[in-house]
């Protein structure tokens, strides 16, 4: 490896050597000098060649800048480079693209730069810390001429995007990209998003008389934002329609107000766009695609405690701004905070903060003290649940808090905070406070009375905020749980649900949604003869007297609206979620539940989960995501960290989806002496299932987890054989890829010395996809042998059999997806990839992409002249052409006869086709020279067609016949025709 990290230092800058150069230099074949190079992160020639190219470009287009390109060409060539005027070309073209031009900068002074970043970034927590990448990202959008860049903000709600968004408005007026009178226009989508036509009017206008109540014309907020910015926040709430206008409005900068048909109107208007979903889920692909600046806000539980321990000085210096009084928070209040599951991030945190200091305010008021004290007392339940994570934290908490209280002290200079937020507590409540104290102690009214009034008054009022929070963020309303439960289910959970309220006085959305989903799963139970049986019955009905009583009321509504009959044992259940939310309402944190816990491969588990905690108005089910290239040690540690969280006494159900997955549950117990149930193969109604059960006060983690399997036969079949061991073969893996050497022989030096496998079990074998019986090949093996695994260039699609590329082989991560399938005992399901289409050859020509009497000089000439044009012409992605380039590296490509057949990874192709170019004169390709190029731009249903395209010319004069042909009509029927035996 040393000898050939010195031979590339040594090299001509200009020129560099290839990897089949070095490999003749030292002796070794030219994959193991791939793989050396790969390790050491050098590039390839070709990009290492390309690298200094710019370089130099850059320095002459900075001394001269209206230089033309066949005066570039000379120069770079006089320089010592061997390059085309289309290579010149194509790199001038990208460096004029990525010059970012230093005008706007220049003209901001080092003291206007300095009061940029003291007024609008240093304002946000983390600035230099875990929001410094989105800082930069935000800087750079706004500073890209002439106006900024669109930019989409993705975050959990309360993260900050917003004020991220204010940052960045404030930032371009300072930077002087945007007048200094602009205003911010910004525009919730959420707030018209069961009105499309309002929400379209209100952002592009109306004609008058467009639509009942247009009694004029009015402009909307595209024209307010004209030459300033548009901030939308909720955008996956706009409509489709919407987002196709937005897209129109970016790209021509026109847009026609809601009833105009003809006339356009211009506006100059950069957007800056929030959401809290995933954008590939929720916007449209062609919206997307315009805005080029994503960032990405971390969510409060990935930032340091440092940060958060400054977010929460930053709030009580707001409100110790707001009341002018010193403010001390505990030392264990400030630890309580600093801990808690602060679901809502920065908005909650931020709103417990505000509810805490209104609390200790009331306390100054009546007692008369100087300072506002916070202790554990004026906290939420919810965050005094932050101290049972103490144990988990104390060295991180001693560093940053120790066993000091807070000192907040008031400031004159408050930080500009625009517009409202919903988890912000009304400006006036201290106002209220003070007032209505003041009126009941004029009245001369008792003090405990005062207290006891002006107490309730402020309950009522902080439970009324916090309930314009939660329906503000619930997801799943009644209209959808139709479509989930059924009307008939939701009528009559009206009707009882009225009886609760009349008997016991109880929250109606929290039972609501709890009771809807048990009455589906009850009624489909006894519709299909099962028992319900509920082991607690007697206890229930000796401690929940009053509960059981209006149980029982309930379940003769049920029994008449259903026509069924039910026993005690369901009065019981519903006496249960009665008693649940009593409980809740009364403050109760609900200690001592079973905990839940989602585990998946992929974006799965989080959905689940979420659906879940929604349909049962609870924030119970946690989630945990591991993608299919992390190291199952990894996943397994931040396991382990979720499940301490999450255990509140009584141990925690493990739902996971499959593989090394399924293990955790045991090594968890083993290390941290939580009891675990693990369940696998679970699915959203499984998740859902298990919640409701495991929020019952008497819940049982055995009980829970075996009634579930017990109902899921399924599952019972599944783990009943898991422990059952094929019959013992010897592990094979076939590397594949089309021509069957190069790619495929260095995948298998790959395997073998960097991938650690174990060489007496496991055995490599290469195949090529030109050959006619691939399939039955590779059937033919795995009679013999256990198959474990296919990597190669293209798939085979072969049921059963998990398929890696080589691209993946390369990367770290697709080593560790690599391992995870070896050392996997699950079964690999491949269903997803549907059946294979047997796409024919014929299929793949097209006249329009054979072209004749190509004029290039190189290899990387003729690869991009097909690749090029595949991608003008839709049928393969940008990032093709690269791919095929890294191929190329890899391995060889010449075919026979003069035919090459360069690829690239199928993920970027589009739609498959052939595209042929017959040269105007031979050029040089791996060792030998070429004539004729057959991209083969295929992808994983094409691999019949692959194998006639080797039959056409194995054992024929078609090879001959090609280079003898001399137009594309000539060429297309020879290769569309039949096979022709010389």
Known sequence: MDEIRKIIDSEDEKNPYTDEKISKMVGLRREKVTLARQAMRIPDSRERKRNNIILYIKKLINVETKISERELTEKVNEHGFKVSRYVIREIKKEVYTNQIDKKPLENVTKKNTHQIEKDVFLRLVGFDGSLSVCIKQAKAAMLYPPRGLHTLILGETGVGKSDLANAMFDFAKESQV?????????????????????????????????????????????????????????????????????????????????????????????????????????????????????????????????????????????????????????????????????????????????????????????????????????????????????????????????????????????????????????????????????????????????????????????????????????????????????????????????????????????????????????????????????????????????????????????????????????????????????????????????????????????????????????????????????????????????????????????????????????????????????????????????????????????????????????????????????NEKRKIIITLCITGHGASMMIKEILENTVKIDNENIEIRALGVLNKELKETIKHINQTYNVIAIIGTVNPRIDEIPFITIDEMLSEKGKTRFNNIVESKSIIDNSYLGNAKNIEFKSLLNKEYIFVNVDVSSKEEGIAFLAKRLLRGGYVKEEYIDSVYSREEMAYTYFKEGISIPHGDPIYVIKPIIAIAKLSRPIEWDENYVETICMMTVNNECICAIEEFYDLFDGTSKAKELKEAVDKNQIYKLLAGKKEDI
Not at 507 to 518: E, F, G, K, Q
Not at 718 to 723: E, F, G
């Open 178 to 726: 945007i007048n200094k009178e602009a205003n911010f226009i910004v525009f919730n989508c959420a707030d018209y998003a069961d009105n499309p036509e309002l929400l379209m009017s209100q952002l592009f206008g109306y004609k008058k008389g467009s639509f009942t109540g247009a009694i004029e014309d009015k402009e909307g907020l595209v024209e307010k934002a004209n030459n300033s910015i548009l901030f939308l926040d909720e955008i996956h709430r706009l409509p489709p329609e919407g987002q196709e206008q937005l897209f129109y409005l970016i790209d021509k900068s026109a847009f026609r107000r809601l009833g105009e048909t003809n006339a356009e109107r211009k506006a100059d208007v950069t957007i800056i766009a929030a959401t809290t979903e995933k954008p590939e889920l929720s916007l449209l692909n062609t919206f997307r695609r315009r805005i080029p600046m994503v960032i990405e806000i971390p969510n409060l539980r990935a930032r340091p405690l440092s940060e958060r321990l400054e977010v929460i000085k930053n709030f009580s210096q707001k409100e110790a701004s707001r009341v002018q009084k010193k403010i001390i928070i505990h030392n264990e209040a400030v630890k309580a905070l600093l801990l808690f599951d602060c679901t809502g991030n920065l908005g909650q945190l931020k709103s417990e903060l505000q509810v805490s200091c209104a609390k200790s305010f009331f306390n100054h008021i009546v007692l008369g003290s100087e300072f506002l004290y916070i202790t554990v007392e004026e906290l939420s339940s919810t965050v005094e649940t932050g101290l049972m994570h103490l144990k988990n934290f104390r060295r991180e908490i001693d560093e940053q808090i120790g066993s000091k209280d807070l000192n907040i002290y008031p400031q004159d200079n408050k930080f500009y905070e625009r517009d409202e937020d919903i988890y912000v507590l009304p400006e006036e409540i201290y106002t209220f406070i003070e007032k209505r104290y003041n009126e009941l102690q004029a009245k001369q009214i008792n003090p405990e009375v005062i207290n006891y009034i002006v107490g309730s008054e402020i309950d009522k009022k902080l439970k009324y905020f916090f309930r314009s929070i939660e329906d503000n963020n619930k997801a799943i309303n009644k209209k959808d749980l139709i479509n989930i439960l059924g009307v008939d289910v939701l009528n009559t959970t009206d009707k009882v649900i009225k009886i609760a309220n009349r008997r016991l006085s109880i929250d109606l959305d929290s039972l609501y949604y709890i009771l809807a989903v048990h009455l589906s799963t009850t009624i489909q139970r006894i519709n299909e003869g099962k028992v319900v049986k509920n082991p607690k019955l007697q206890k229930i009905k000796r401690e929940y007297v009053i509960e059981f009583r209006v149980a029982l009321e309930m379940i003769k509504v049920i029994e008449d609206d259903f026509n069924i009959t039910l026993p005690e044992d369901e009065a019981g259940f519903i006496a249960l979620y009665l008693r649940l939310v009593i409980d809740g309402n009364n403050g109760d944190d609900k200690k001592g539940n079973v905990g839940v816990v989602v585990a998946s491969h992929g974006s799965v588990a989080s959905g689940m989960a979420s659906v879940a905690n929604q349909l049962l108005g609870v924030k119970h089910a946690k989630y945990i995501e591991m993608s299919l290239d992390e190291n199952p040690q990894s996943a397994l540690d931040r396991t382990v960290e979720l499940v301490k969280d999450t255990d509140l006494g009584k141990g925690v159900l493990l739902l996971v989806d499959m593989g090394s997955l399924v293990t955790f549950g045991d090594l968890i117990t083993e290390r941290t002496g939580i009891k675990t149930r693990t369940i696998p193969r679970t699915d959203t109604v499984m998740v859902i299932e298990a919640v409701r059960r495991a929020i019952l006060p008497d819940a049982d983690l055995d009980h829970i987890t075996n009634t579930l399997l017990k109902e899921n036969k399924y599952i019972s079949t599944i783990l009943n054989q898991n422990n059952k061991m094929p």
